[in-house]
């Protein structure tokens, strides 16, 4: 059921610029401001994920391209998710496409190894 809202109510990441930043966009590194919700920033490691907010990250350990979720709700799909940090309000879970699912709860941290169709952030 939870997978069949996430397909009717969520978001395309390519669309809120998880698959690659906007054209007009400019990533941020350390020595710049974080990002806002949903823009792609540069590499980062989990210190960097902004309290408030879940993060996701091209590679393990909070490490690679990072992404800030913009609100809770339903998102997906996510290909080359490889971790997430969970700074936000909300507990978060993931749905691989092999039926595997992750549970992050507020404050967690998980590294991903199968490829992920969705992802659902409480409210």
């Not at 698959?19 to 920033?41: D, R």
């Not at 490889?82 to 699912?101: F, M, P, Q, T, W």
Request: glycine share 14%; with cysteine.
């Amino acid at each position: 059921m939870l997978r069949r809202i996430l397909a009717i109510g969520g978001l395309s990441l390519a669309a809120v610029g998880l698959l690659g930043a906007p054209a007009t966009a400019e990533p941020t590194t350390s020595s710049t401001p974080a990002a806002t919700a949903g823009q792609s920033v540069s590499p980062q490691d989990w210190d960097a994920c902004v309290a408030g907010y879940s993060c996701y990250y091209s590679g393990y350990n909070g490490t690679g391209s990072r992404w800030l979720a913009p609100h809770c709700g339903g998102y997906g799909p996510f290909p080359g998710l490889k971790s997430v940090r969970n700074r936000g309000h909300g507990d978060i879970y993931l749905y691989a496409y092999d039926g595997a699912e992750y549970y992050v709860p507020i404050g967690g941290t998980v590294n991903i190894y199968d490829s992920i169709e969705s992802f659902y952030i409480e409210c």
